[in-house]
């Protein structure tokens, strides 16, 4: 079992940077794969970027490949986005997701999630 909590969202003009945090509850967290995904008000649930157990292979969607990264802290239990150059498409409530399978974009192969932080990019 594993819990989830994310943090760090928030207003933030056009252009600014914000790190996101997920603190993650239970001993097996370095056993799981992560994932960020987002959802904009009317619209689906969608992948942002993945994270292996270890931390070597990272993935990201194409609309943020070179302006967000993920990464991880297993010590810390705790996985980041970092968020660079945000657009006003941003805008959406972010979760964490834990999974066994790295990578995916598919939100069915994620066994828990957390409860989402809201970051709203103003143009």
């Known amino acids: 079992q594993v819990q989830l909590v994310e943090s760090g969202g928030r207003l933030v003009q056009a252009g600014g940077s914000l790190r996101l945090s997920c603190a993650a509850s239970?001993?097996?967290?370095?056993?799981?794969?992560l994932g960020w995904f987002r959802q904009a008000p009317g619209k689906e649930r969608e992948f942002v970027a993945a994270?292996?157990?270890?931390?070597?292979?990272?993935y990201q969607t194409d609309s943020v490949a070179g302006r967000f990264s993920i990464s991880r802290d297993n010590a810390k239990n705790t996985v980041y986005l970092q968020m660079n150059s945000l657009k006003p498409e941003d805008t959406a409530v972010y979760y964490c997701?834990?999974?066994?399978?790295?990578?995916?974009?598919?939100?069915?192969?994620?066994?828990?999630w957390g409860q989402g932080t809201q970051v709203t990019v103003s143009s």
């Open positions: 239970g001993r097996t967290f370095s056993s799981y794969a």
């Open positions: 997701a834990a999974g066994w399978v790295a990578g995916t974009s598919n939100l069915a192969a994620y066994d828990y």
């Open positions: 994270i292996s157990w270890s931390g070597g292979r990272t």
